[in-house]
């Protein structure tokens, strides 16, 4: 059986009976292990012991010292990037006044370009601090040359806080600053036909019938 399995290895054939899967298995736990802890936005390509068998994806080397004949093996573990799907949103900032003080307003003070939102399983989120780390290729977001990094979802950001509009994590997580302006009167569009009055006394809602075809 040991000859057989060596055979296999001259022909490029990974066999168990020289790599135990479970000690292939172990290994690769291992390594995602690690990925996950040290480097969160990647992962192994491949994270059953079987494919490696069916791969030709290893290296053979053989020693010699005085205890005999070494037989060195090194299997490569491919690493991609994890595959999340994002909503990206542009951060725009504006005064909003005081109530008590008309001639005062305050603005967030939070340096960021923008957001991004998974949409699958919220494990981590993105910050943009510049317009040069939000280069989309083809829907792709191209991490070549950016210094952007993914943050773990259970880390509080204030980008995050003003997201999920969460008044107490906004309090303690994001700063802002007063400002001497008087607003002019200003309705901001948000999302979701939501939209932001400021320094507006009365609005006036009009809404108007449409008749549909039968």
Do not use: W
Not at 159 to 171: E, K, P, Q, T
Request: charged share 15%; hydrophobic share 45%.
């Amino acid at each position: 059986m040991l000859y057989a399995a060596v055979i296999d290895l001259l022909h490029s054939r990974l066999s168990p009976v020289l790599i135990p899967s479970h000690v292939l298995h172990r290994v690769i736990t291992s390594v995602q292990r690690e990925l996950t802890f040290r480097f969160p936005r990647y992962k192994l390509l491949r994270h059953i012991a079987q494919d490696y068998y069916r791969m030709s994806d290893f290296m053979v080397t053989r020693m010699s010292d005085s205890k005999g004949h070494r037989l060195y093996i090194t299997v490569r573990l491919l690493v991609t990037l994890l595959s999340s799907h994002f909503k990206f949103y542009r951060l725009e900032t504006f005064p909003v006044y005081i109530p008590d003080n008309p001639k005062l307003a305050t603005i967030l003070t939070e340096p960021a370009y923008g957001l991004g939102v998974p949409q699958d399983v919220p494990m981590t989120y993105i910050v943009f601090h510049t317009p040069d780390q939000t280069k989309i290729v083809n829907g792709i977001l191209d991490l070549t040359h950016s210094d952007v990094s993914l943050v773990p979802y259970t880390f509080k950001h204030c980008l995050m806080a003003l997201f999920h509009d969460s008044v107490s994590d906004v309090n303690a997580l994001c700063s802002f600053s007063v400002i001497h302006k008087k607003l002019q009167p200003s309705v901001t569009h948000l999302i979701n036909s939501k939209v932001v009055l400021s320094n507006v006394e009365t609005v006036n809602l009009f809404v108007i019938d449409t008749i549909l075809p039968t």
